[in-house]
C-alpha cells in the first residue's frame, strides 16, 4: 500500500526542467495563464488582509468555524458539500483528502460515516478537530497529518478531495490551501487513488476552470476513472467565464452503484 501505480504515461502536460523534475504545462492559452496568475495574486492578497480573522459559517445544516490559515467556505463550496451528503451512506468508509476546516469530513459523518481527515496544515488539523466535535461527530471522524497518502491505510468506499487550483509554488500554508507547485499533490493522488479504492468505490473531486482543468480530465482519464459531473455553476469574473464543477468518479466498468 502507498506505492505509486504506474497507471499513466508521462503526458504532455508536463516536462522536466534541467534538475530533473517534473514541470506543469498549462492546458491553455497564455492569456488564460496571466488571468489565473493575477486572479491568484489577488486572492492571495485578500486572504492575507482577512488573516486575523475566524470566521463562522452555517453550511449545510452545521456550523463550521474556520481558523485564518485555513481555507473557507466559498459561495461554490455547496456544489461539493451536496454531493457528499447525497453520495454518503451510513456503512461508507470515507477518505477526505485535504479536509481544510474538515467541513467535508463533517457532512460524511452527518451521514454515518467512519471518516479519515488528513491535511498537511497543521491549523486545518486542529480546526476539523474541533469542527468534529462542534457538530457531535467526532466519534466518526480521525484527524491526521499526511501528505497526499503518506499516512493513509486500507481502503475506502468514497474519497472527497478539493485539491488547491492552480500550480504555482506556494509561499506559505496559506498559500497551499489554493495552489499546489506544479500538481504534484493531485498528481500523486490520482496516480495512487485507486489503491485506496475499495472494488465500486467512488471519488468525489471538485475542482473549476480557474485552474487547469484540462490537466485535471487527462489524470482522470489516465487513471482509468471514468468521470460523471454532479453540479456546474459557473461565474464571470473580470469578463472571463469560470466554470466550477463536482465530479463523481469511479473505476470504468463499476459505473452503477
Ligand atoms: C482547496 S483546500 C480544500 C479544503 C476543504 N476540503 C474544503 O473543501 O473547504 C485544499 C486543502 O488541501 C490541503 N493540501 C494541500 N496540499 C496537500 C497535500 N500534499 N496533502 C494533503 N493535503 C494537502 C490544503 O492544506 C488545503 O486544506
Request: cysteine-free.
Amino acid at each position: 500500500m502507498g506505492q505509486a501505480t504506474p497507471y499513466r504515461e508521462a503526458m504532455e502536460s508536463e516536462r522536466q526542467d534541467q534538475a530533473g523534475k517534473r514541470v506543469h504545462v498549462p492546458q491553455m492559452p497564455a492569456e488564460r495563464v496571466e488571468q489565473i496568475r493575477r486572479w491568484h495574486a489577488r486572492a492571495y492578497r485578500e486572504a492575507r488582509a482577512a488573516l486575523q480573522q475566524e470566521q463562522t459559517f452555517a453550511y449545510l445544516g452545521r456550523t463550521i468555524v474556520v481558523p485564518p490559515q485555513v481555507m473557507p467556505i466559498t459561495p461554490v463550496s455547496h456544489l461539493l458539500g451536496e454531493a457528499v451528503l447525497a453520495e454518503v451512506g451510513a456503512q461508507d468508509r470515507v477518505l477526505d483528502m485535504g479536509t481544510g476546516s474538515g467541513v467535508n469530513a463533517v457532512l460524511a459523518a452527518a451521514s454515518g460515516a467512519d471518516v479519515l481527515a488528513v491535511d498537511i496544515n497543521p491549523h486545518a488539523l486542529a480546526a476539523a478537530r474541533s469542527n468534529a466535535v462542534r457538530n457531535g461527530v467526532a466519534a466518526r471522524v480521525t484527524v491526521r497529518h499526511s501528505d497526499v497518502f503518506e499516512f493513509v491505510d486500507g481502503v475506502f468506499d468514497v474519497m472527497v478531495f478539493d485539491p488547491p487550483f492552480r500550480w504555482f509554488a506556494p509561499r506559505d500554508l496559506l498559500e497551499a490551501a489554493t495552489t499546489d507547485e506544479n500538481y504534484g499533490a493531485m498528481t500523486r493522488f490520482f496516480n495512487q487513488a485507486r489503491d485506496y479504492l475499495k472494488p465500486g468505490g467512488r471519488l468525489l473531486v471538485f475542482f473549476g476552470s480557474s485552474g487547469d482543468l484540462e490537466y485535471l480530465h487527462r489524470l482522470i482519464e489516465a487513471s482509468g476513472f471514468h468521470r460523471t459531473v454532479l453540479a456546474r455553476h459557473a461565474i464571470v469574473k473580470d469578463g472571463q467565464q469560470v466554470d466550477y464543477v463536482a465530479l463523481r468518479l469511479a473505476v470504468a466498468g463499476h459505473v452503477a452503484s
